[in-house]
């Protein structure tokens, strides 16, 4: 059974940093990423990584987030520096199986079939 464990979320003043964790397990996917989603919004995608290569950055956190995977662990990261208020978010991980990511790959929603729970993100002025 697939399973998507996030950790990590937290509160933090503006300009600090978070470490999210996902772990999964009952199969090792090829493509991981993170959404997050705020009250009344679409939840929209922040990072991709395929294997080990980062695929995609939302323009909001490119060079401020970083995704990164140990696939000895099965676990996927998120480093978020130099927090913003608007990053506050629930957070969350996602997989699926391979398929071709090329240049201008936009994630969608509809095409992660697993999901994590989400954790909270909270960033204050």
């Known amino acids: 059974q697939v399973q998507l464990v996030e950790s990590g979320g937290d509160s933090v003043q503006a300009g600090g940093s978070l470490k999210l964790s996902c772990a999964a397990s009952g199969y090792t996917y090829s493509i991981m990423g993170w959404f997050r989603q705020v009250p009344g919004k679409e939840r929209e995608g922040v990072a991709v990584?395929?294997?080990?290569?980062?695929?995609y950055y939302s323009d909001s956190v490119k060079g401020r987030f970083t995704i990164s995977r140990d696939n000895a662990k099965n676990t996927v990261y998120l480093q978020m520096n130099s927090l913003k208020p608007e990053d506050t978010a629930i957070y969350y991980c996602?997989?699926?199986?391979?398929?071709?990511?090329?240049?201008?790959?936009?994630?969608?929603?509809?095409?992660?079939?697993?999901w994590g729970q989400g954790t909270q993100v909270t960033v204050s002025s």
């Open positions: 996602a997989a699926r199986r391979f398929t071709y990511v090329g240049p201008g790959y936009i994630p969608r929603t509809s095409e992660f079939p697993y």
């Open positions: 990584i395929l294997n080990g290569t980062p695929r």
